[in-house]
């Protein structure tokens, strides 16, 4: 593994451990070329994802970037890290599973919508605004009434 300071190839493990969720093997590493020390990770890759984008696009599937939109729709919200976890490695999962290696950026966007509905309903309209791309204030309403079992102004008095 390349150190990430010097780039020596030649990089010691001094410590492997599974996370927590036993889905990826956890490594710390030291370079004995300048001393750095850092953490990677190995998980299990089924087959290598293309993700086929609106425009026609054909991208590699970045689980890195998956991570990142989850973590912006849910930046300053109380959900454990680990939660987040388990539903991206979910995610990534029910991907690979699908037995196709092209993926349309839209099932991505749909799983991830259902995903962050079962942990956070604010960082469910924070993605739903961005994903749908949200003009005027009606669209914000349509997705609130997603999450509402009944709304209130649907209810009939007595």
């Known amino acids: 593994m390349r150190c990430p300071y010097c780039s020596t190839l030649d990089t010691q493990v001094k410590d492997s451990r599974p ?3 036993s889905a990826a093997i956890r490594r710390r590493r030291v370079c ?3 001393g750095g ?3 990677t ?4 890759q089924l087959r290598e994802l293309v993700v086929l ?3 026609g696009r054909r991208i590699p599937f970045d689980r890195d970037k998956l991570v990142r939109s989850v973590e912006i729709a849910l ?10 976890e388990r539903m991206v ?15 349309a950026s839209s099932m991505i966007g749909e799983l991830v919508m259902e995903g962050l509905k079962q ?14 791309n949200f003009r005027e204030p009606k669209d914000f309403e349509k997705v609130l009434d997603e999450l509402s079992p009944e709304p209130e102004r649907a209810k009939s008095p007595g």
């Not at 029910?94 to 290696?101: D, I």
């Not at 942990?119 to 749908?132: E, G, K, N, P, T």
């Open 19 to 21: 996370t927590e969720d």
């Open 32 to 34: 004995p070329s300048c």
């Open 37 to 39: 020390r850092f953490t």
């Open 41 to 44: 990770f190995e998980r299990v």
């Open 53 to 55: 984008k609106r425009n």
């Open 75 to 84: 930046r300053k919200r109380p959900v454990d890290p680990e939660r987040i």
């Open 89 to 103: 490695t979910g995610i990534v999962r029910r991907l690979e599973s699908t037995g196709e290696n092209e993926i």
């Open 119 to 132: 942990l956070d309903d604010v960082a469910y309209v924070r993605f739903a605004s961005v994903y749908r």
